[in-house]
């Protein structure tokens, strides 16, 4: 067996100490905060003095942090030197959507199928993180009408007190129903009508 011998490296603030030791496959070193060099490959900081390899390209020497990503690197020096392209998320406004269930519908920005009345799909996915407006609109509409709804809901089941109807007619109860309900239904469904009115044009 080769004896390993340690290696004692010195500076004013501190002492490192390493182990010497044959290159191989399976070699792999850890990440260093003291590395100055980057791998081209994984983008690990590398300490040259401790690195697993270094190859010498267009008189510049690169590091690395394992043998696979030296070999990676011989194979294709261009392909990890070249700068990674930069995503373009576009706005809502540029996408081309399309309907689900009728791709012949294609629009630019965002809207609803004329043919069924489904809300229209962005046809390239991307990694834009705006929120969707339907989903906007609909969360509003929910909360209005839930608010509207409360009182109706609190109405019909006090009515069932036997002395209810003592405190508020039932004609009043009635009117007062219908003028809390009239929004959800008429601005709340507003939706569904349009696209139920859209399908059978």
């Known amino acids: ?41 994984c983008g690990m900081k590398i300490n040259p003095l401790s690195s697993a390899g270094n190859y010498a390209y267009k008189e510049k020497t690169y590091y690395f942090c394992a043998i696979s990503c030296l070999n990676k690197f011989k194979q294709n020096p ?19 959507y399309t309907c689900p269930m009728h791709p012949e519908i ?6 609803s199928c004329p043919i069924c009345g489904m809300a229209l799909e962005p046809k390239i996915i991307s990694l834009d993180d705006k929120p969707d407006p339907e989903l906007l609109s609909m969360t509003r509409r929910f909360w209005v009408c839930l608010v509207l709804t409360l009182p ?5 089941m006090l ?3 036997p ?15 219908f003028i809390f309900t009239l929004p959800v239904v008429l601005w709340g ?9 859209a399908s059978i044009k």
């Open 1 to 41: 067996m080769r004896k390993i011998e340690p290696e004692i490296q010195t500076s004013s603030n501190f002492v490192q100490i390493s182990r010497k030791k044959d290159l191989s496959q399976d070699d792999v070193m850890i990440s260093s905060p003291l590395g100055s060099e980057i791998d081209p490959v």
């Open 78 to 96: 261009e392909n990890y030197l070249q700068p990674k392209p930069k995503l373009v998320i576009n706005s809502h406004k540029d996408v081309e």
């Open 106 to 111: 294609v629009q630019i920005g965002y809207g």
């Open 152 to 156: 109706v809901f609190a109405l019909a």
């Open 159 to 161: 009515e069932m007190l």
């Open 163 to 177: 002395s209810f109807s003592q405190i508020i007619s039932p004609q009043i109860s009635l009117w007062i129903q």
């Open 189 to 197: 469904g507003f939706p569904f009508f349009e696209r139920g009115f």
